[in-house]
């Protein structure tokens, strides 16, 4: 049936053409994929995408130079898959054509544009500049080609020939040019070797005496060298000889050096022995003398500080009681002095009317005091030695006298400072 739908597949190399209803008014491009066809009212045409070679033959050309010329070249061409605008223009080129007539129509596009540059370029350009000659029937043929959707990938001139013998022509000369050359060069080449033969034939010679010179100049050194060279030998043997007896010198100081120094540690050793027993012993004389000494001082000091509190308390009650006593002896001297005032007031009073015998009695009363007095010192003697001159009384009776003596002066002295004459006065009386 007309209204059956159907599924439409191609491959990486093809292009779908899809046209007809429900294309929008133009038609859908499908690159290697599949679409829904409706046979009866779309349209489905494939377009190759294959690279196509194009062996492009211009026969009897003639050029710029007009020299008939025949040309082969090779062209790479294809219809742009990756364009839809491209695309478009190959449909419209070639839809439903096979593809023998679109290798026909780009072979005829190619060869014509081919033909056109090889009639504006010289023999001599094309055969030579290969390269120039193909880039330029690309440019030109790419316009055409691009507007029917095809793009060209390459072009290369392949072939050159003509049939007059022009291009043999111009190879005989370019060979009769290259032996003349050869030729020129050949003798050019022999000259330079004869020169240049002679040259290093001169610099052999050159470098030959220049070699024998410096042979004998090196001869000359290493003898010279070598002359220092056994001096400084021999010094390097007497010197090694020399320090052989001072290393063994410095050796030997060395080993006394660590002998010394095994001597030293030995000693540092022991006197850390010795500070450790000095400190044993401190501890020791600390726990067994000092810290009792201390504690006995602390004993002593708190002995001490009460032996103090209680003096001080004992003299501040003994300074009360001698306050008191102060006050209670000046109370008693107040009342004495008060009482022998008044004693001496009536004495006064007395003596007033018994002077005279108030001062004989007072004075009666007062010499055994003054004899007690005198007479005291003799009491308290162990032993007297007497010297006498040889007259007067000798031994105690001396000694007696002399108290007398003393004593027959008081009236005397009383008289001197009283004015009384107590001699006189007792024998009144």
């Given at each position: 049936?007309?209204?059956d739908?159907g ?5 990486p190399?093809?292009?779908?053409v899809?046209?007809?209803m ?5 038609p ?7 679409a ?24 009897r ?8 010329i ?14 839809e605008?491209?695309?478009a ?31 504006n370029m010289?023999?001599?350009e ?14 030109v ?21 003509d049939?007059?013998?022009?291009l043999?022509s ?10 003349r050359?050869?030729?020129i060069?050949?003798?050019e ?12 034939e ?10 024998d010179?410096e ?9 010279l060298?070598k ?5 400084e030998v021999?010094?390097a043997?007497?010197?090694a ?6 290393q ?9 050096e660590?002998?010394?120094?095994v001597k030293?540690v ?5 006197i ?30 708190k002995i ?47 003596w ?6 108030a ?18 010192p ?6 007297i ?8 009384p ?22 001197k ?13």
């Amino acid at each position: 049936m007309c209204l059956d739908i159907g599924i439409a597949v191609c491959g990486p190399n093809e292009a779908l053409v899809i046209s007809g209803m429900f294309q929008g008014g133009k038609p859908t491009f499908i690159n290697g994929g599949r679409a829904i066809v409706c046979p009866c009212i779309q349209t489905v045409q494939r377009i190759p995408l294959n690279t196509m070679t194009l062996e492009v033959h211009s026969p009897r050309v003639y050029t710029s130079q007009g020299v008939p010329i025949s040309v082969v070249g090779t062209a790479q061409v294809k219809i742009n898959g990756s364009s839809e605008e491209m695309l478009a223009y190959a449909a419209e080129q070639f839809g439903g054509k096979p593809v023998d007539q679109i290798l026909k129509i780009c072979l005829e596009t190619m060869e014509g544009h081919q033909r056109a540059i090889m009639g504006n370029m010289s023999v001599e350009e094309i055969y030579r500049d290969r390269k120039t000659f193909s880039k330029k029937v690309f440019e030109v043929a790419s316009v055409d080609l691009h507007n029917m959707g095809i793009a060209v990938i390459s072009y290369t001139l392949k072939d050159v020939r003509d049939e007059v013998g022009y291009l043999a022509s111009l190879g005989q000369a370019r060979t009769a040019q290259v032996k003349r050359d050869a030729l020129i060069g050949e003798a050019e080449a022999r000259k330079d070797a004869t020169i240049a033969e002679a040259l290093a034939e001169e610099q052999r010679m050159e470098s030959k005496l220049v070699n024998d010179t410096e042979i004998a100049r090196s001869k000359r050194d290493f003898e010279l060298k070598k002359a220092i060279y056994d001096t400084e030998v021999n010094t390097a043997k007497a010197e090694a000889e020399m320090a052989y007896s001072l290393q063994a010198a410095k050796v030997q100081a060395k080993i006394k050096e660590e002998e010394m120094q095994v001597k030293v540690v030995e000693r540092m050793q022991n006197i850390a022995i010795q500070e450790q027993e000095i400190m044993r012993r401190e501890k020791e004389l600390d726990s067994k003398v000092r810290k009792p000494a201390e504690a006995e001082k602390y004993r002593l000091e708190k002995i001490a500080e009460a032996e103090r509190q209680k003096v001080v308390l004992e003299a501040e009650a003994e300074a009360e009681a001698t306050a008191l006593r102060g006050e209670a002896e000046a109370y008693a001297i107040e009342v004495k002095a008060k009482a022998e005032a008044e004693q001496m007031a009536k004495k006064a009073d007395a003596w007033k009317e018994y002077k005279e015998a108030a001062l004989v009695d007072m004075m009666l009363k007062v010499l055994p005091k003054v004899a007690a007095e005198v007479a005291g010192p003799l009491s308290e003697t162990n032993k007297i030695t007497m010297v006498a001159t040889g007259d007067g009384p000798i031994g105690a009776s001396r000694v007696t006298n002399e108290v007398l003596d003393i004593m027959g002066s008081l009236p005397d002295t009383v008289k001197k400072m009283t004015g009384v004459d107590i001699t006189t006065r007792m024998a009144r009386a």
